[in-house]
């Protein structure tokens, strides 16, 4: 981690980078457009609930019902999903219709059917007004030559193109009069081309609501503040009122899933206010990049959970170097109402000043409480605890209105946020930073492997690597990667691996400290080799320098780096409470700083506060709030009165965990959870304990927990497992079902993964089936785990898994939990 330290700090190298932030600027209210996704969701459930509520996302783009272009991600089957967690807008990429890449061109008459089609699903649905249509993507190379140097070939091709613009744009309005329809949806910003459709466009009244292109190269970094003024410049000079803009493809490979990244796409939209969509350049059903398996953070999550945090106004941001690729940028909110500034601010490794101008003492007072936390780069499928708190420090407001936040030792993939609440009486708990180091493995002893560099400003495409480089190639019975490290004294340490599995199920490597007997690492599988996922292990070392050797197992593993962390007694965190999302009309108390440091919030009868929890894998864990008077926790379906400062034992399911807290007059100050998922206390069953009818059938699995797991399940009404339960108590449990599938529909895409979910109806006892979706877990070896609330009765239980209409995904293993252990 970062070591981040807001007070005089021994000279650099060289002079600290400055962000100002002037809170005096207002940009306009915080918009949170640009959080969208392609392809984001894949079906209802995935991602979880839990994962798509706390970002607040404006707008998704997604294909039409039955499109054929990929096997799912059909827009009104992920509306319910989107729409009951908040969701915005969704975009309908009407010619995804079509199964080829590029889409193969059939005549407009053939497209016009599908545009009927597609209208009137969209038009009958009760949130039609919520669905945008897209009747052309990238239309400047698919269908119509639009970019080419000759002007009068250019002139055939744009012709042809409006011509069809205004009969796909007519066939719609006939169908659903009031359609709100975007475009023209170039592959970039073209000036010459957007020049001329604005103004054939508002001749034939065909103008869309919303304009829309592609920012799809590290160049959009430098270029996107010039393409955007030009573009209100050109809808100036043709007698136009300001369109809502949607960017809904943006950024690289190497930019999703990386926090330091993100900040720089997302502070430049943000600041023009304008929506945007990350690119889809892999998976569907995990935001492009930013959830893990379907409820389990990474640092992009994070990173956008807290642009989600922002309230108030956006204010304007001074980075070091404006409209620069790879450098520090940020974005800036005040909430004058909530006495709060936030910063999110990345991408550039070492030392910087955050200079916060014009701060008032009206609203913050004297002092300031500057708190600073780090969510760093885990890979696109490794798992991130919550964001660690590097710093909570009392800073006094200069004379001149000034307070400055020094940052010291930045790593370039991650993003920090700083937030200012009054400082108020007290002082702030110290942050607790464990000891931590990075090793890169291009760095390391390489014994017959390979570094390959991956994604750069040049490669945009490439996949995100640690310092842009890993070890591949690590595939023959001699290959290893021997890590030289040092540690500060004697302890149990966290050896954090970030790797790619190519092998198409679960690998192994071996690992051995300082050539003594090895240990085996078990790595589940990956999309592909630089798909970066997280191993987390433990290793026990003692002071002094030490050689970590990771040698080829069963199959091949590449190698990107390694973090050793001093591990704490027990996992911890502390949530806010001021920085919870909040219901009501809850009022803020800075009076002290104490604790957390960022003050309290006062819940009344009918206010709410939400806090996003992690768990770092299903089971309990200790959760204490920090308030003045007595609360209500609601977790699962599950409510329960909760002391001030009183311990409880709650089940939390991997991932993140929404749990809301009622009161009917409190001050919250935080929830603290500790602990790393006990099983004491659940009910287990393996798959042989269950009674199978209809053909579903135990299979020997060597990965399965017990040696076997369920399978040919479903594809029928009369193939059921069925668990009996025995339940100590009655009341709400969490059923978690670990299963495995790998269903595909391969279309040849040139560069999506076409992977398919699958889903059981689950009944208890003689309660309604409930249907849950299961994601491919990219191999049939890989068992995962989804959480399902469940309502037990003491004694025995009937649990039963079907699907009468195809199959079910292979079931390994059942656990049972009472919400409240």
Known sequence: MAGTLPTAAPAAAADPQRLSVDLAASEGPVMLGANGALYGLGDDGVPSDAMLEPLKITSISQKPEGGAQHPNGDALTVSKSFFRNGGGEINVMMQDIYAKWPYENLGIDDYLTKVDKITKEVSADPNSDRFVYIPFNEPDFIWYSLNGSDQAQYEVERDRFFEHWKTVYHRIRAIDPDATIAGPNETGFYPRFVKDFLTFAKRENVLPQVFTWHELSSGSLRDF????????????????????????????????????????????????????????????????????????????WWFFRWYAGLTGDTVKVTP????????????????????????????????????????????????????????????????????????????????D??????????????????????????????????????YEAEDAAITDGKVYTQGTVSNANGYAASGTKDVGSLNTATSKVDFSVTVPKDGTYDLAILYGNQSGGPATQKLSIDGEDPVTVSYPSTENWTYRAKKDVTVRLSAGTHVLTLAKGDKEVTLDRVDLTARASQPSASY??????????????????????????????????????????????????????????????????????????????????????????????????????????????????????????????????????????????????????????????VLVVSYAHNDRRDNGHAYNTDIMSRTADITVGSAAPRRVTFKNTWSLEDYWTVGVPVDLRKGSNKVTFGNAAAWAPNIDRIELGRVVG
């Not at 000034?402 to 993939?413: F, I, S, W």
């Open 320 to 399: 070091p170097q404006a409209n620069t690729i790879d450098t520090l940028q940020g974005l800036a909110s005040l909430d004058t109402s909530r006495r709060q500034a936030q910063v999110l601010l990345g991408g550039s490794a070492g030392d910087a000043d955050v200079v916060v101008e014009n701060v008032s003492r009206a609203v913050f007072g004297r002092t300031v409480t500057a708190t600073v936390a780090e969510a760093a780069w885990s890979g696109y499928e490794g798992q991130h605890a919550t964001p660690r708190v590097l710093t909570r420090t009392k800073l006094k407001v200069a004379d």
């Open 576 to 733: 806010e409470a001021t920085l919870a999302d909040v219901s009501g009309k809850p009022s803020y108390d800075y009076s002290s700083s104490a604790g957390v440091g960022t003050g309290a919030l006062v819940l009344r009868s009918g206010d709410r506060a939400v806090f996003d929890v992690y768990a770092p894998r299903d089971g309990y864990y200790t959760v204490v709030p920090r308030a003045s008077a007595a609360l209500q926790l609601a977790l699962h379906g599950e409510t329960v009165a909760a002391a001030p400062g009183r311990s409880l034992r709650l089940y939390l399911v991997a991932g993140n965990n929404r749990v809301a807290v009622t009161a009917k007059h409190a001050a919250v100050r935080s929830l603290d959870v500790t602990g790393d998922g006990s099983s004491t206390g659940t009910l287990s069953y393996e798959a042989g304990s269950a009674t199978l009818r209809g053909g579903a059938k135990l299979v020997d699995s060597a990965h399965a927990s017990a040696g076997s797991y369920i399978g040919e399940l479903g594809n029928s009404a009369a193939s059921t497992a069925e668990f009996t339960v025995d339940a100590p108590r009655s009341g709400r449990y």
């Open 225 to 300: 503040q010039g393409h955007y003024d030009q573009y209100r410049a050109l809808e100036r000079e043709a007698g136009i009122a300001p369109l809502k803009i949607n960017i809904d493809e943006y950024a690289n490979r190497r930019d999703l899933s990386v926090p330091g990244q993100l900040v720089q796409w997302v502070s430049m939209f943000e600041r023009n206010k304008v929506y945007a969509n990350q690119a889809y350049w892999d998976a569907a059903g995990n935001m492009d990049g930013n959830v893990v398996r379907s409820n389990i953070p990474n640092g992009g």
């Open 401 to 438: 209105g000034t307070v400055k936040v020094p940052l010291r030792g930045l790593h370039k993939m991650s993003a920090y946020r700083i937030v200012l609440t009054p400082g108020g009486s007290g002082t702030p708990s110290a942050a607790s930073v464990p000891w931590s180091a990075s």
